[in-house]
């Protein structure tokens, strides 16, 4: 896989120049260009990227976001650029926040080189959610993750099957995040229902036991 090729060589490289990359701007120029353009999008084509993209929100005049992907004449994708050594929050995302709702995006990217997390806006229209739908981590990636990250490429861009799929991720990542918990520290509904399961099953093995003449130790 193209793509899959690329990213590596890409993280191969940041690894070794990694202290070289001291700026936001140097993040922006070694790694996160040549993301975007892995990805079909000519970064020096204006009319498929738009850098320092701005527009006015509300009493905030001439923000600016560092990127904005072109698809279909519009910018749909939002990219706000951090350093490589900054610890991505969401409060690093208060301008793509911002910029969500007043423009056509659907889609807006935090990143810092190493990690590019994905937001949309599945739980109220036009307002991006506080959690990004889906995560790539540079240095800690599989097929399945460049297989995710490949479907925002240029050439097989689609709107309504990326937000298909970005609701069917975060589902995946509540029912992780309920189960986890349930490990770590189960609830009295589960236990009741464990319980009430064990005891069946030991009463069904009673009832077997009887039947074929067996002792069943209690």
Not at 44 to 50: C, G, K
Not at 83 to 111: C, E, M, P, W
Not at 169 to 194: I, R
């Amino acid at each position: 896989m193209e793509l899959f090729d690329t990213l590596t060589r890409l993280a191969s490289r940041l690894e070794s120049q990694r202290e070289l990359l001291g700026t936001e701007e140097v993040t922006k120029n070694a790694v996160i260009m040549p993301i975007i353009n892995a990805l079909g999008y000519n970064v020096f084509d204006p009319t498929e990227v738009i850098p320092e993209f701005t527009a006015d929100v509300g009493v905030k005049k001439g923000e600016k976001v560092d990127y904005a992907i072109v698809v279909g004449g519009e910018p749909t994708i939002l990219i706000e650029c951090k350093g490589i050594n900054t610890k991505l929050d969401f409060k690093h995302a208060s301008q793509l926040y911002r910029y969500f709702g007043v423009t056509a995006a659907r889609f807006a990217v935090l990143t810092n080189g190493q990690q590019l997390w994905f937001y949309t806006d599945l739980d109220s229209p036009n307002k991006m959610d506080s959690k990004a739908f889906f995560k790539f981590d540079l240095y800690d990636f599989d097929a399945r993750d460049v297989a995710e990250l490949s479907k925002f490429g240029k050439s097989v861009f689609n709107l309504e099957n990326i937000l298909a799929n970005a609701t069917e991720l975060k589902f995946t990542q509540q029912l992780g995040a309920v189960l986890a918990t349930e490990v770590e520290s189960p609830s009295d509904e589960l236990v009741k229902h464990l319980t009430s399961k064990i005891v069946l099953v030991y009463r069904a093995a009673m009832g077997r036991g009887r039947a074929s003449g067996l002792v069943v130790v209690n």
